[in-house]
């Protein structure tokens, strides 16, 4: 099996599954080895990093516009920035 063939096993799924089961045999393993991230694993990413439910806290808070005095801290969801 040539070079251009290893490698196009290991990007396209179809091609490796057309492969008999004897040239899927010769197939060395890939050198990222083997990466597989199930549902649940996927629910908890966002971004490439954690996944952020609270509120976003943006300015220094409500009451008098004074730069967060006076007020308790604005923790409604909104848009910063």
Same mark, same amino acid.
Request: proline share 10%; glycine share 22%.
């Given at each position: 099996?040539?070079?251009?063939?290893?490698?196009?096993?290991?990007?396209?799924? &179809?091609?490796?599954?057309?492969?008999?089961?004897?040239?899927?045999?010769?197939?060395?393993?890939?050198?990222?080895?083997?990466?597989?991230? &199930?549902?649940?694993?996927?629910?908890?990413?966002?971004?490439?990093?954690?996944?952020?439910?609270?509120?976003?806290?943006?300015?220094?808070?409500?009451?008098?516009?004074?730069?967060?005095?006076?007020?308790?801290?604005?923790?409604?969801?909104?848009?910063?920035?």
């Amino acid at each position: 099996m040539s070079k251009l063939d290893i490698i196009r096993a290991w990007r396209d799924p &179809d091609y490796r599954l057309s492969l008999s089961d004897a040239e899927r045999k010769q197939l060395p393993e890939h050198p990222a080895g083997l990466v597989e991230l &199930d549902d649940i694993d996927l629910e908890g990413v966002a971004g490439g990093g954690p996944k952020n439910t609270s509120p976003q806290k943006c300015g220094g808070g409500g009451g008098g516009g004074g730069g967060g005095s006076g007020g308790p801290p604005n923790t409604s969801p909104q848009k910063c920035g």
